[in-house]
């Protein structure tokens, strides 16, 4: 017998791997899509416009009569409710897991009882198990808009709360409410007004069955550097040289942890660091507010140091504050650097270690 060893892929011509691909569509008009894939699957790839003969045909227009039904409903995949086998990574518990920045309306009341609407961005998250592949995400979003429309209140976010881990199956849950407080404000001296916007949030917090309730505050603030205010007294009087101290503006953002049952109002934490430092920035400025706000600032020169301890004395006389922590930023204008403190009472704001960017959050852009 003789043998005739076949053409290798590198001796076959160009003409001869043509004319075997002119029989191969041929056959193939003839065949049945079975046919084909018994063969093999890939040949449709080689038929003129057929590329994806062998894919199911799908229809490319949006269903919009199609409804879902709760039968069909159980048949959709649910990969975050899967099998512990689906979990990649160390199984480990998860301290925060949530969605972040979905923002709504919400109306809250003012101190003097009325009302007043605001967007407002809501963070929620919940601890998940070490056994348990995920959360669905949706769920917070839904459970918290169940109460969205109630003026707010912790009584609203602790309900929330509560839904949340009834919903989710968690033993831990979070919630944080950002937003911009409006408060008219009036001038040092001209009499006019303006509105300030102070950036607040606040946190309702289930941990092992403790809840708390936190509310933030920045306020913002000038601060004159005494060191400054000094040195440029002594050239006045010494040689008779015009010298001016350095001010900046510097936000210190106020963590309170509100005690149960006692009602704290916005206005009230404002008020608060008003009192411990009053050079808060301007709104409505003429030439007699700022000759005021000067004379103001040179009566209460400040270092940073001076600042976290004239809040903690305000906030340490009032019974409704429990734990808190003042982070206090004093942007400054002589130095390119910033000048920092942090000092915190209790044990809920401990902590050893810095986020690496959270002083460069306390810039306020006007």
Partial sequence: MNMHPSKSKSELSRDEAQEALEKLRAWAKDASPTE?????????????GQEVANYPELSREYPEDFTVDSAYRETLPDLQNGPTSLIKGAKKQIQHVGISNFRLPISYRTREGGDVTLET????????????KGINMSRIMRSFYKHAEKTFSFEVLEHALK????????????????????????????????????????????????PLKIMHL???YSSTC??????????????????????????????VVTKPIQKLWFEDLIDMARRAVPTETQVMVKREDEQAFAELNAANPIFVEDAARLFCAELQQDERIGDFRVIASHQ??????????????GETFESGSIDPKLFTTLFHVG
């Fill in 121 to 132: 961005s809501v963070t929620g998250t919940v601890s998940l198990e070490e056994d348990k």
């Fill in 36 to 48: 084909i894939a018994e063969l093999e699957p890939a040949i449709a790839r080689l038929l003129p």
């Fill in 226 to 255: 005494p060191c400054s205010l000094e040195l440029s007294e002594h050239a006045r009087q010494s040689r008779g040289q015009l010298a001016t101290p350095h001010s900046q503006r510097s936000v210190a953002r106020i963590s």
């Fill in 218 to 220: 920045d306020y913002v």
């Fill in 332 to 345: 400054e204008s002589l130095h390119s650097h910033d000048a920092v403190s942090i000092l915190t009472e």
């Fill in 163 to 210: 839904d949340y881990k009834a919903d989710l199956g968690s033993f831990d849950a979070r919630i944080q409410m950002r937003l911009r407080y409006p408060m008219k404000i009036p001038s040092l001296r001209s009499g006019l007004e303006g509105y300030q916007y102070y950036d607040i949030a606040m946190e309702k917090v289930d941990v092992n069955g403790k």
